[in-house]
Structures are given as C-alpha cells and as structure tokens.
C-alpha cells in the first residue's frame, strides 16, 4: 500500500483560521484572555467545592433530624401498641 504524500505546508499556514490573519500578532491576547477564563474557572470550582461541603454538612444534620424523628415514632407506635396489648 502506497501513502500519498501531504503537501509541505509552513508553519504560518497552520496558523491560519477562519477569523485572524494567520500570524502570531494577536498571540499574547488571546493567552492573556485564556490565563484570565482559567482563572475564573478556577474560582468557579473553588466556588462548587464549597458548596458541595455545606450540603454534605447539611445533609448530615437533616438525616440525624429524620433519624431521631424515627426513632421517636417507632418508640411511640410500641408504646401504643403495649397499651393496647394491656403489656402495661
């Protein structure tokens, strides 16, 4: 099986895109801009991983809540049901 050979291409037309000019004039605000997105995507998460500590916190208070009440309820059904029963 033969391969076909690629045209040479330079390095500025592998610059080239549908919106610049194909040079490198415009490089050091485009990583300036990448550099500042990456930074507010940092925040962002740092954000969410703070959020997701007060939900686990608050998760944890709501099920001892529920628990408790649970617990409460089956203790009070039992007692009703030994009344009933004449147990006490």
Known sequence: M??????QTTHLEL???SDGDGTLSDMEAQVAKLSSD???IKIAVSDI??????LRSDARTDFRLLFGALIFVALGLATLMAKGF???
């Not at 033969?2 to 045209?7: D, E, G, N, V």
């Not at 991983?49 to 007060?54: F, V």
């Open 2 to 7: 033969s391969r076909a050979k690629l045209p």
């Open 38 to 40: 990456m930074e507010n």
């Open 49 to 54: 991983k703070t959020d997701i500590r007060e």
């Open 15 to 17: 610059l080239k895109t």
């Open 86 to 88: 004449h147990w006490l």
